[in-house]
């Protein structure tokens, strides 16, 4: 089986490709995997790493300003457009796949477009609750539209072929045991509370949980694990002029970043982050109750719609940034961590999203289509 997955741009779309590659090639020795991505993209780098091939074209978005810098960029672009239709092309002719994978980004459009227009099958993959537009687009061609959660089945027109698989989840979440976690971090049985915005961090995100953090160093009643990024050094002193030194509190763990994020997250009662398709997977994954703060400067808007997946299921609770303050933080918080009643009903009710067998689902539909199976 030759398969060729084309997905790019951020992480979001980088890593489930990265996890039904490596879970092909877990499950069939034999099978030959190429990657498309975009030259410059995180992809670069994330993809050789992983250790898959990989070939390049050249691809941008259309800017929606009307300077004129973002006019001169819209016409590179749209000459792009053809030279990676062309591109693609060659790439295909040459690889020779069974089937094409697309996960998202601007990458997966001439890649999966060329290739259902050559009598390739193609697959796509929507990690998010409202899908991206290149998505809708390849959708109307593609043999199956695999989507992380059913909400996202309205957004597609009603002659695409959906199905549910949910995203690829990493066996070390999915695996990760709460006391053993604990255990490992030397916590005791205080409630747990793990906050992160990301690798670079989130400016508004550390503001709105230093008064949370703050209190607890001060009273000790709630354990605390924050990743403040790679933006944010300057978050210590800032705890440190509310009077708390977070290095001499035995409860709070504030790093730049969290490596252990499996072990952190099985560990935690309460997760307060971003709301990334793959994040809120894994909450899922290990039913955690949230408190959701979704990224407004994202394509869409798709982590509020990602947010409000949960919410609607009484499994998380979301701030909008532009509603963000210490205090609401506390506020929602306490109201989770003190009801014992409503934390076990979000705990539930989390779980009861989760898919843990997405990529047995989704190699599954592969095999099918090609025959494999």
């Not at 030759?2 to 741009?9: E, H, P, S, T």
């Not at 991505?37 to 990989?54: I, Q, R």
């Not at 994040?279 to 955690?288: D, R, V, Y």
């Amino acid at each position: 089986m030759r398969i060729l997955l084309a997905g790019g741009g951020t992480a979001g779309h980088i890593n489930p490709a990265l996890a039904i590659a490596g879970f092909i090639r877990g499950k069939d020795k034999n099978a030959e995997i190429l990657f498309v991505g975009n030259k410059g993209g995180m992809e670069e780098t994330l993809v050789p790493k992983a250790g898959f091939d990989m070939k390049f074209i050249h691809i941008s978005g259309f800017q929606r300003r009307l300077t004129p810098a973002a006019m001169k960029e819209n016409v590179l672009t749209l000459k792009r457009t053809f030279d990676s239709s062309r591109e693609s092309k060659k790439i295909i002719e040459e690889f020779k796949p069974d089937i094409c994978v697309g996960t998202g980004g601007y990458v997966s459009g001439p890649v999966l477009r060329t290739a259902a227009k050559m009598g390739i099958p193609t697959v796509i993959h929507e990690q998010n609750a409202y899908p991206g537009i290149t998505n809708k687009m390849l959708a109307k061609n593609a043999n199956k539209v695999m989507l992380a959660v059913k909400d996202a089945e309205k957004y597609f027109d009603k002659k695409s072929n959906c199905v549910v698989t949910g995203n690829p989840v990493r066996r070390e979440i999915i695996e990760a045991d709460k006391y053993t976690a604990r255990k490992e971090l030397g916590l005791d049985e205080r409630p747990v509370v793990l906050s992160f915005g990301g690798s670079l961090g989130a400016k508004k995100i550390n503001e709105g949980m230093a008064g949370l953090i703050a209190r607890s160093g001060k009273d000790g009643e709630y354990q605390h694990i924050h990743g403040y990024g790679r933006n944010g050094l300057w978050f210590p002193d800032y705890i440190r002029e509310r009077g708390v030194d977070v290095r001499k509190c035995p409860n709070l763990d504030v790093r730049e970043y969290i490596d252990n994020m499996a072990t952190c997250m099985a560990a935690a009662d309460l997760v307060i982050s971003r709301a990334g398709a793959i994040t809120l997977s894994e909450i899922q994954a290990l039913g955690k109750p949230a408190i959701l703060i979704p990224s407004p400067n994202v394509a869409e808007n798709h982590q509020y719609h990602n947010a409000m997946a949960l919410v609607n299921n009484r499994a998380a609770e979301i701030i909008e940034e532009k509603d963000l303050t210490e205090e609401l933080v506390i506020e929602k918080a306490d109201s989770l961590l003190k009801d014992k009643d409503k934390l076990r009903e979000y705990t539930e009710n989390s779980s009861k999203m989760a898919i843990i067998d997405a990529n047995e689902r989704i190699y599954s539909i592969i095999k099918k289509i090609t025959g494999a199976i």
